[in-house]
């Protein structure tokens, strides 16, 4: 059990660039959530992916952000036209089994930094 | 989604136990209370869940009130390594939504 895998871990770029952060679930974990986490905060949840479905975002979620998670293994957050506001920590957690008794397992996130 | 309170932070000293509150007072009867915690620079870490019965595992206990309208979670002999985030989530999956809610949680400082 390798644990959630998160790439890069830091990301510094400049406003308008687009990024594109990685998670690898742990393995057979067909659950997968990403999260954003600003200072001071708890994470905030932005969506999640059964298997390669994507079942739910966040309204909060502008149309700048988008993810994937091909063939239901490792997924991908991209951000188009970074802006100064979107400087947080991403994070991305995997489970096994969906339902009342559900663990969530964190990666240790992405660090954006958008100047 | 049912809101939980916790007290923005407490302060405890190396091996004494802590009683980590929460409440949930609109908790219904489909909701789990789940604790995660975050240490620093770390991703949340999973600690404790339970429906109504007190709960014990090897990290933590938690104890449920008998109105479920409030919980404690219980570290039995703090370490300095215990320092961290804790988080309180009432989680419904019955509504129709399983994300985890977040709030911001009660951070702990361990004293030596």
């Known amino acids: 059990d390798t644990g959630v895998s998160q790439n890069p871990r830091h990301k510094i770029t400049k406003r308008g660039q687009n990024v594109t952060f990685r998670c690898d679930p742990i393995?057979?974990?067909?659950?997968l959530y990403w999260y954003r986490q600003t200072l001071g905060q708890g994470p905030e949840f932005l969506t999640y992916f059964q298997n390669e479905a994507q079942l739910e975002k966040s309204r909060l979620l502008s149309d700048r952000f988008s993810a994937e998670r091909p063939k239901g293994s490792f997924s991908t957050l991209e951000i188009q036209r970074t802006e100064q506001g979107d400087s947080a920590m991403y994070l991305c957690?995997?489970?096994?089994?969906?339902?009342?008794?559900?663990?969530?397992?964190f990666g240790s996130g992405t660090q954006l930094s958008v100047l | 989604d049912a809101k939980t309170t916790q007290p923005n932070s407490m302060e405890s000293n190396e091996e004494e136990p802590v009683h980590l509150p929460c409440n949930h007072s609109?908790?219904?009867?489909?909701?789990?209370i789940h604790w995660y915690r975050q240490l620093p620079s770390q991703g949340p870490e999973y600690v404790i869940h339970g429906l109504t019965s007190n709960v014990n595992n090897r990290m933590a206990s938690l104890a449920i009130a008998e109105d479920r309208k409030s919980s404690t979670l219980i570290l039995h002999r703090a370490t300095l390594r215990d320092a961290a985030v804790y988080y309180c989530i009432l989680r419904d999956v019955q509504g129709g939504s399983e994300k985890l809610v977040f709030g911001k949680g009660t951070k702990l400082t361990v004293n030596p």
């Open positions: 393995s057979e974990h067909n659950r």
């Open positions: 609109t908790i219904s009867g489909t909701d789990y």
């Open positions: 957690a995997s489970s096994l089994d969906p339902g009342p008794n559900e663990k969530l397992f």
